[in-house]
């Protein structure tokens, strides 16, 4: 006769469904890993556009090859925090470019390493004069995961540290309107120092591992509900 018993019923019709979602979630999330990957390898073959010629509020933005002329911008520069290359600490340098129609881009010159210490920033090297640059959009498909919400300067002039792009933030800093995301220069490009970013954060396959741990969770679960619903009531009683 079957008779789980209440607790383990109430205890398994609690646990399954959130074990379903989160392995359901992973799988999603594979999913649009792949898709972004393939965004990424599409656009990759494309002819770079004229920035100055895009619409902005496009919703497929996402790494566009894109080229524009004009100069960065050496007296309000940004340092994004918390990257890493080889092992490496260090920063991602954020350098406003201006564009020869006016547009202020938030342009990614890639990783350069931490000083000694947090206190002493690295020397940046500057590029003066005018120049066309190539890179592509980067459209975060997430929030990104902060230990601090606190924007932090590291001097009254010079570099801002800074733990994530805030464009409302930035716009603050700068004083006017930005592109509402970053262009990461590509190889070659002027004013490029280290490219160490990634397509995609995790693999897909990764989150395909992690969907079958939820799985195999959920299978166990419902087995261990099968299993002791059989048990004898004597068995079932001392398990209680």
């Not at 990424?40 to 902005?56: G, H, K, P, T, V």
């Not at 566009?64 to 994004?80: C, E, H, P, R, T």
Request: hydrophobic residues 40%.
């Amino acid at each position: 006769m079957f008779k789980p018993g209440w607790k383990m019923t109430l205890f398994t019709l609690l646990l399954s469904p959130l074990l379903y979602t989160l392995g359901q979630w992973q799988l999603d999330r594979e999913q649009e890993k792949i898709q972004l990957q393939n965004d990424y390898d599409s656009r990759q073959s494309a002819s770079e556009i004229e920035i100055d010629e895009l619409d902005s509020t496009r919703q497929d933005l996402a790494f566009l090859k894109v080229k524009a002329s004009g100069q960065f911008i050496n007296d309000k520069i940004f340092l994004l925090d918390n990257k890493i290359h080889e092992g490496r600490v260090g920063y991602e340098l954020i350098n406003p470019f201006l564009t020869m129609q006016g547009q202020l881009l938030l342009v990614n010159r890639g990783w350069i390493a931490q000083g000694f210490s947090r206190q002493q920033l690295p020397d940046i090297d500057f590029v003066e004069q005018s120049v066309e640059i190539q890179g592509s959009i980067y459209v975060p498909l997430e929030e990104p995961f902060l230990l601090s919400a606190v924007e932090e300067t590291s001097q009254a002039t010079g570099p801002i540290v800074i733990q994530s792009i805030d464009i409302k933030f930035l716009e603050e800093q700068l004083q006017r309107e930005v592109f509402p995301y970053t262009v990461r220069l590509a190889d070659g490009s002027p004013g490029l120092e280290q490219a160490n970013w990634q397509t995609v954060n995790m693999e897909p396959e990764k989150h395909r591992g992690y969907a079958v741990q939820w799985f195999t969770m959920l299978i166990a679960l419902l087995t261990m509900y099968i299993y002791f619903g059989f048990k004898n009531p004597r068995l079932q009683r001392n398990r209680e």
